[in-house]
């Protein structure tokens, strides 16, 4: 009994000192008045983790897939084919028809935009946009494609024209249907309006002062201005 009260007194004397001695560190203690903001450590906000999307995901994995293929394909050899298999219609696969078929479809799109499957001649000529793309893209000559030439200003076609000129387009092919009855409506009501008997007056005193300009000896020599008068007489009836 003498030894277990013994070890609780030392005990207690020990957690008094402890105290006092932090009492006396708390007593002494001041804050600074300014601190670094290198000491400081600030708060951390936790950041949301992004959900996967499954469609990034396959994407990702199509291209790493497309980049191997495209690699291995890279390191084949190429085998040389024999003689039996290199026929006309590889050639004209792998020669012709790559430039030939793009054309081909330029030249359709064009078709449709100037309504040539709708009317049986027009302006557009597929013989010569064909005979244009292919000039321009032609792959022994880059240098054309910066200057997209008009098939009518390459020099070629106009020493051909020169020697072989084309006849010219009639107004059929040139206008649109809006412009041409425009123009129609337009002829109709200057003929109906040119026949009425005060405008035809007025235009024959017109042709005779341009004609009495034009001849300054009529008012001189009678049998000009006889002449004239008989003429315009016969023009008039």
């Not at 032609?138 to 494609?145: A, Q, V």
């Not at 009855?181 to 109906?192: G, H, L, N, P």
């Given at each position: 009994?003498?030894?277990?009260?013994?070890?609780?007194?030392?005990?207690?004397?020990?957690?008094?000192?402890?105290?006092?001695?932090?009492?006396?560190?708390?007593?002494?203690?001041?804050?600074?008045?300014?601190?670094?903001?290198?000491?400081?450590?600030?708060?951390?906000?936790?950041?949301?983790?992004?959900?996967?999307?499954?469609?990034?995901?396959?994407?990702?994995?199509?291209?790493?897939f497309q980049k191997i293929e495209?690699?291995?394909?890279?390191?084949?050899?190429?085998?040389?084919?024999?003689?039996?298999?290199?026929?006309?219609?590889?050639?004209?696969?792998?020669?012709?028809?790559?430039?030939?078929?793009?054309?081909?479809?330029?030249?359709?799109?064009?078709?449709?935009?100037?309504?040539?499957?709708?009317?049986?001649?027009?302006?557009?000529?597929?013989?010569?946009?064909?005979?244009?793309?292919?000039?321009?893209?032609?792959?022994?000559?880059?240098?054309?494609?910066?200057?997209?030439?008009?098939?009518?200003?390459?020099?070629?076609?106009?020493?051909?024209?020169?020697?072989?000129?084309?006849?010219?387009?009639?107004?059929?092919?040139?206008?649109?249907?809006d412009y041409a009855a425009t123009?129609?409506?337009?002829?109709?009501?200057?003929?109906?309006?040119?026949?009425?008997?005060?405008?035809?007056?007025?235009?024959?005193?017109?042709?005779?002062?341009?004609?009495?300009?034009?001849?300054?000896?009529?008012?001189?020599?009678?049998?000009?201005?006889?002449?004239?008068?008989?003429?315009?007489?016969?023009?008039?009836?």
């Amino acid at each position: 009994m003498t030894a277990r009260t013994t070890d609780r007194k030392g005990k207690s004397k020990e957690t008094k000192s402890l105290v006092n001695e932090l009492e006396n560190d708390l007593a002494t203690f001041t804050l600074p008045d300014s601190l670094p903001c290198s000491e400081l450590d600030f708060p951390l906000l936790p950041k949301r983790r992004q959900r996967a999307n499954w469609n990034n995901i396959v994407e990702e994995s199509n291209r790493k897939f497309q980049k191997i293929e495209e690699y291995e394909e890279s390191k084949k050899e190429q085998k040389p084919m024999s003689p039996f298999l290199n026929t006309e219609c590889k050639y004209l696969n792998d020669e012709v028809f790559v430039h030939l078929v793009p054309a081909l479809e330029e030249t359709l799109r064009k078709a449709r935009v100037w309504a040539a499957f709708k009317t049986q001649k027009c302006f557009f000529n597929g013989i010569d946009h064909i005979a244009q793309i292919l000039w321009t893209n032609n792959p022994r000559h880059p240098e054309r494609k910066e200057f997209d030439i008009h098939i009518f200003n390459m020099p070629w076609v106009k020493k051909l024209l020169k020697l072989y000129p084309r006849p010219y387009y009639p107004k059929s092919w040139l206008w649109t249907e809006d412009y041409a009855a425009t123009v129609i409506q337009k002829s109709v009501r200057q003929y109906f309006v040119q026949r009425e008997d005060e405008v035809q007056e007025m235009r024959n005193f017109w042709k005779k002062l341009e004609f009495e300009r034009s001849v300054p000896e009529i008012k001189v020599n009678p049998l000009l201005s006889k002449k004239f008068a008989s003429s315009h007489h016969s023009q008039k009836h």
